[in-house]
């Protein structure tokens, strides 16, 4: 059964999805060619700085148009930008000391394809996706605002893009700061891939709450983040190293990343708003 | 914003302990499986010694090294398993043996300084056990590096008029997180 009061598309979360994932690629576009027309000289702190400023932005980007656009029946901010919190301090408390003290990934998950793959399924993905489960789970799940199976998406895409912002802090305190142009495609590739995989979980959650599930349902959903999540992982490795190893190395090319993370978050969410628009007639259509 | 009366299902009420438990044994099995990556092997045998080395990492015969085995995953310093093997009189001790190599680690690392020694068993075997520790900086000096410090360990073994000292380097923050597998590796050589 589900409430009469779900009944309700909210278009602008999917106009706010495919706002960031083209906004992330045009920001990365803007920063890749101010960085290359005045090749800007930094010293070690302001690096680090701007390093930070920029795993910032896409976070940043998604909250603005959420503001903008979220006005029909707004959610209220402070639980959105509460659950990008939490899903931010669970990364940094749990997630990233988890993966790479813990279970060392680095140390072993690139020893070869299946070993990357059944990694990043099994290590990587179930962190990163139970964690940005629990950070809605375990806050705004259980109160009133959270009223409609949409809900489940933003909530969650905000706590995935709070997972991808520490993700990025950290990637670039650990370098001691990155390089403009490879740093930020690599930044905007994991805010895509965290704000993709989060939508499915979102999707599950929302269905969870307000259908009559069966109890296989959430693992399902979490299980089937963290495939996509460990398999984008071990594809986006192949796609950037495809330029093969020469005489002068190894070549990479990190805008086959962002593409392919392009493309996996406009399929995803293009699934996800398939399957809530599904749902949504299906039910309209028992009634 | 609305209200509304929450629908308690069955998917409800234990989704959160079904969810927890699929992720544990996830992990489960992802710790397992990082186990049985680790202890992949790859059979040695030269000069009547014989090891399992870790499966992945770079060999190389470094001058005065029977082998040596190193993780190029590890951050900072590689981390580096090494064998030799030096003639020694009959009536030499693995005490004795390990000294020699201490004083030419002494003559050829960084900042060389050790930091324990003492007599312990491997395999129900004497030997003798010493660690130190040196500073590695890479010889290019253009290179904006800071020098890594790096923890050593040897283990001294004589038999037959041979000192086999089986060594294990690690950075410093590598170095106790690596141990047990070190001491696999360890339990593995035979001579």
Redesign the interface.
């Known amino acids: 059964m589900i409430h009469p009061k779900t009944l309700q598309e909210r278009k602008h979360v999917w106009r706010d999805e495919f706002l960031l994932i083209i906004s992330l690629i045009v920001f990365v576009g803007v920063v890749y060619a101010l960085d290359s027309a005045l090749k800007p000289v930094f010293t070690t702190s302001t690096l680090l700085l701007t390093g930070v400023f920029l795993a910032l932005v896409p976070a940043a980007i998604w909250l603005v148009f959420f503001y903008m656009q979220d006005r029909v029946e707004p959610e209220p901010k402070h639980y959105v930008l509460g659950v990008f919190g939490l899903g931010a301090l669970l990364a940094a408390a749990v997630g990233v000391p988890l993966v790479e003290n813990v279970f060392r990934v680095s140390h072993w998950i690139y020893a070869d394809a299946l070993t990357t793959i059944l990694g990043g399924i099994l290590v990587v993905g179930f962190v990163q996706e139970f964690l940005k489960y629990a950070a809605v789970r375990y806050s705004i799940y259980h109160s009133a605002e959270f009223d409609e199976p949409t809900d489940g998406v933003i909530y969650a895409t905000a706590a995935g893009l709070g997972y991808a912002t520490v993700l990025n802090i950290q990637f670039v305190v650990s370098n001691g700061g990155v390089d403009l142009g490879a740093g930020v495609i690599r930044m905007a590739v994991v805010a895509l891939a965290q704000a993709s995989f989060s939508g499915i979980t979102g999707y599950f959650l929302g269905r969870a709450k307000f259908e009559s599930e069966q109890i296989w349902w959430m693992p399902l959903g979490i299980t089937l983040a963290a495939v996509a999540n460990g398999l984008f992982n071990w594809l986006r490795g192949r796609v950037v190293q495809s330029g093969g190893i020469s005489l002068t190395g190894a070549s990479a090319n990190p805008w086959l990343g962002l593409a392919l993370a392009a493309v996996v978050a406009l399929g995803t969410t293009g699934a996800v708003l398939w399957l809530v628009r599904r749902n949504l007639r299906s039910v309209q259509m028992t009634k | 914003?609305?209200?509304?009366?929450?629908?308690v299902?069955?998917?409800?009420r234990?989704?959160?302990t079904?969810?927890v438990?699929?992720?544990v044994i996830?992990?489960l099995?992802?710790?397992f499986?990082?186990s049985s990556?680790?202890n992949?092997s790859v059979a040695f045998e030269s000069d009547g010694v014989s090891a399992a080395l870790p499966?992945?990492w770079l060999r190389s015969e470094a001058e005065g090294d029977l082998i040596r085995t190193t993780?190029r995953?590890?951050?900072g310093f590689p981390t580096t398993y090494a064998i030799s093997k030096l003639a020694v009189a009959a009536d030499v001790t693995p005490a004795r043996a390990a000294s020699f190599q201490t004083h030419d680690r002494s003559q050829q690392l960084t900042g060389f300084r050790v930091l324990n020694q003492q007599t312990v068993l491997v395999n129900g075997q004497e030997a003798y056990q010493v660690s130190y520790v040196f500073v590695e900086s890479d010889p290019n000096l253009t290179q904006a590096d800071i020098p890594s410090v790096v923890l050593g360990m040897d283990y001294t073994l004589v038999t037959d008029g041979q000192a086999i000292t089986v060594s294990y380097w690690a950075d410093e923050h590598e170095f106790e997180?690596g141990l047990n597998r070190f001491n696999r590796f360890l339990s593995s050589v035979k001579f």
């Open positions: 914003m609305t209200t509304h009366q929450k629908t299902s069955l998917g409800d234990y989704a959160e079904t969810v438990i699929v992720t996830a992990l099995a992802g710790w499986y990082k990556v680790e992949r499966a992945g993780d995953t590890s951050a997180p």
